[in-house]
C-alpha cells in the first residue's frame, strides 16, 4: 500500500455515500491475480436493519455480481479500476492477501480517527493554556484554599474526619441507642403468660418445679437498648476537604498533558498507541479539572447554615463510639465554626468554553 502522510490522511474522505455511483466504477468480476488497493469503504445498512427497513436496497458487490451487502470496501487494482465488494466478499475473493491490505486500511481509519483529535486539540491548544492561566489568577481557589487552612487550625480533629466522609461523598450519620419498648412490651408479655402457666399447674406440681429451679423468675425490668441511625443527609462543600483534588493542582496537570499536542506536520513517526496515550492523559486530566471545579466551587455550601447546624450534631453524636474527652472538640462546639465567615456562595462554576470542546470531544472518540 502507497503509504499516506498524515496531512494527506487527516484530509482524506474514505467513506463513500453512494458507492454504485463512483465515476467508472467497473462491474466486470475483479482479476483474483491483480493485487488490489483498499482506497474507501461504504457503510449503509440503515438503522434497525433489514427487520425495521423491508424494502432497503443493498449494494452491489463486484463477486456476487448483484446486490448482497450493506457494507464493503472500495477497491482499486494495478490497471486502475474501480470496484466495490462486500465486507466478507473481499476474502473469499482474494484470499489472505485480503485480510493484509484490509488490517493496513483500518490502521489506516484508525490515525485518521486519531489524527482527527490531535488536530481538534491543537485547534484549541492555546485558548486552553489562556483558560488554564486564568485559573491561577481567579481568586477564588486561594479564597477557599485559606478557608480549609482556617478550618484545620480551628478543628483539625473534625477537618481530619470530614475529610474521611468526603473521600467516599458520606453522608452526615449520627448513630445513638434508644429504649426498644416494643421489645420490653414482648419481654413482659412472655413473662406473664409463663407465670399463667405456672400458676394453672397444682400446688404439687409448683413445689416440684420450684425445686428444680424451673418456676418463673421475676420479670427483668432493665431497658432494651436498640442502635438508631439517623441520616443527617450527605456532607456538602467536599471540595474544601478533598485536597488531593485541587483545582491548580488538575489545571497544572492539563497544561503538562497538553505539551505534545503541536501540529500534525510535527507528529512524524509517533505510533498509534502513542498518540492514544496522550490524547487519553489529555481527556483524563481535562475530567478531572471540570470535577475539581465543580466540586470546589461548591465549597461554600459547607457554611450554609442547616448544613454546620447537621455538621455539628453529626461530630456530638459521632463522639461516644470514639475517644470521650476531646478538648479540640470544645472548641468546635464552642461555635468555632460559627466565628469563621463563610465563603460567599457561587452558584455557578467556572466552565470554561475550551475545555468544555475538549472535553465533548473526548466523549465522542
Ligand atoms: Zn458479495
Given at each position: 500500500m502507497r503509504p499516506i502522510s498524515d496531512e494527506e490522511l487527516l484530509s482524506r474522505q474514505f467513506r463513500y455515500e453512494d458507492p454504485e455511483s463512483i465515476p467508472g466504477l467497473c462491474r466486470d468480476r475483479p482479476d483474483q491475480n491483480l493485487d488490489p488497493e483498499i482506497v474507501g469503504f461504504y457503510e449503509v445498512r440503515p438503522f434497525g436493519g433489514r427487520a425495521a427497513n423491508p424494502d432497503a436496497p443493498y449494494v452491489w458487490c463486484c463477486h456476487c455480481q448483484k446486490p448482497t451487502h450493506w457494507g464493503g470496501r472500495v477497491l482499486k487494482d494495478k490497471t486502475d479500476s474501480t470496484y466495490i465488494i462486500g465486507a466478507d466478499c473481499g476474502r473469499k475473493h482474494y484470499g489472505d492477501k485480503f485480510v493484509v491490505i484490509d488490517r493496513a486500511f483500518n490502521d489506516q481509519l484508525a490515525r485518521q480517527k486519531l489524527l482527527v483529535r490531535w488536530s481538534d486539540a491543537h485547534a484549541i491548544r492555546d485558548q486552553l493554556l489562556a483558560e488554564i492561566k486564568q485559573v491561577f489568577s481567579d481568586p477564588t481557589w486561594a479564597e477557599i484554599e485559606k478557608k480549609r487552612a482556617e478550618l484545620k487550625r480551628v478543628a483539625p480533629d473534625v477537618v481530619y474526619r470530614l475529610k474521611a466522609l468526603a473521600n467516599r461523598a458520606g453522608s452526615l450519620i449520627v448513630r445513638d441507642q434508644v429504649r426498644d419498648l416494643a421489645a420490653e412490651e414482648q419481654r413482659r408479655q412472655s413473662h406473664d403468660r409463663a407465670v399463667a402457666v405456672f400458676k394453672a399447674l397444682s400446688k404439687w406440681e409448683q413445689r416440684e418445679r420450684r425445686r428444680d429451679g424451673l418456676a418463673p423468675a421475676d420479670l427483668d425490668e432493665t431497658p432494651i437498648l436498640k442502635d438508631r441511625e439517623q441520616n443527617l443527609g450527605p456532607l456538602r462543600g467536599l471540595g474544601l476537604f478533598?485536597?488531593?483534588?485541587?483545582v491548580r493542582a488538575e489545571a497544572i496537570k492539563l497544561r503538562d498533558a497538553m505539551g505534545p499536542i503541536g501540529t500534525i506536520s510535527k507528529l512524524g513517526a509517533v505510533r498509534n498507541a502513542e498518540i492514544t496515550r496522550t490524547l487519553r492523559r489529555i481527556t483524563d486530566a481535562a475530567t478531572a479539572l471540570r470535577s475539581a471545579f465543580v466540586e470546589t466551587a461548591a465549597s461554600w455550601r459547607f457554611f450554609e447554615p442547616d448544613h454546620t447546624e447537621a455538621v455539628e450534631r453529626w461530630y456530638a453524636g459521632s463522639r461516644h463510639s470514639t475517644i470521650a474527652i476531646d478538648p479540640l472538640s470544645t472548641v468546635y462546639r464552642a461555635g468555632a465554626l460559627a466565628r469563621i465567615v463563610p465563603l460567599p456562595p457561587r452558584p455557578t462554576y467556572f466552565d470554561p468554553p475550551a475545555l468544555k470542546t475538549l472535553l465533548a470531544d473526548g466523549q465522542t472518540a
Open positions: 478533598l485536597e488531593d483534588r485541587d
